[in-house]
């Protein structure tokens, strides 16, 4: 994909689920998303290097190996960086809260946007029965996945070879079993509850790979998706708005920002960070 000299401004930005270490993994568009970003603080929601699957069949390339180098350099240039632990991350919860300079290692986090909101970010897996007790049974299920996925892959060069936009089976099946419709409206539920429990007005997650961005009952609930098919982030803009954005979406708002460079009188952004914003008290 063509490099850009513009960059985009958040004050936050927030993705999951990018399962770095699966043959899924859209690492070569999270990179160029991560390159062409400029911001204060970015929250990696959990799942981010999937260490079920490099136990299982080891796959890396150097595009995920960038995008891993890429976090780093953004933490040398003062982006605050929290990462959250998820379940397919597997990092000892012993090691929890850890802050190494500008990096944070946690379970959860309370983010404080530009307008004074409170947002609980949190990955979710605690709120999967078959997650937290079954765990077994969770890595048979995530075997299933990645073979859905596997069969999605054919099935959309087939969809692609007739003209066809892409299409989710896996998302299809979710949005049609009501065994899972039933799941992820608890899930929601739960996490609600616990926003409300730990006084924040809003909950931020990742963990079932569906992109959101809702009310409920008086809750603010916003989940980041996944960089395995919806390719999506939440980013929070200098006044405090939180949005959902999809891949395609920023390609778009970063093609418009290359048209304004092009004009004589503007020039590229440093590539060096400002110092991040305070955070209101």
Known sequence: MPDSKARLRYRTVIISDTHLGTRDAKARELL?????????KL???????DFWS?????????DHTAVVRRILKMAEKRTE??????NHDDMPADLMPLVLDRLTLADRHVHQTAAGVKFLCVHGDAFDTVTTHAKWLAILGDIGYQQLLRLNRHYNRWRAWRGKDYFSLSQAVKSKVKRAVNYISDFERHLRLLAVREECKGVICGHIHRPENKWLNGVHYINSGDWVESLTAIVEHADGRMEVIDYN???REL????????????????DTLAEP????A
């Not at 929250?43 to 290097?49: E, F, K, P, T, Y």
């Open 32 to 40: 160029h998303f991560l390159k062409h970003i400029r911001c204060d």
């Open 43 to 49: 929250v990696l929601n959990g799942d981010i290097i």
């Open 54 to 62: 490099l136990r299982r069949r080891p796959y890396w390339t150097a």
């Open 81 to 86: 960086v929290v990462y959250l632990r998820g």
């Open 249 to 251: 979406a920023f390609l």
């Open 255 to 270: 093609t418009l920002a290359e048209d304004e460079l092009d004009e004589p009188s503007l020039r590229p952004e440093s």
């Open 277 to 280: 914003a305070a955070i209101p």
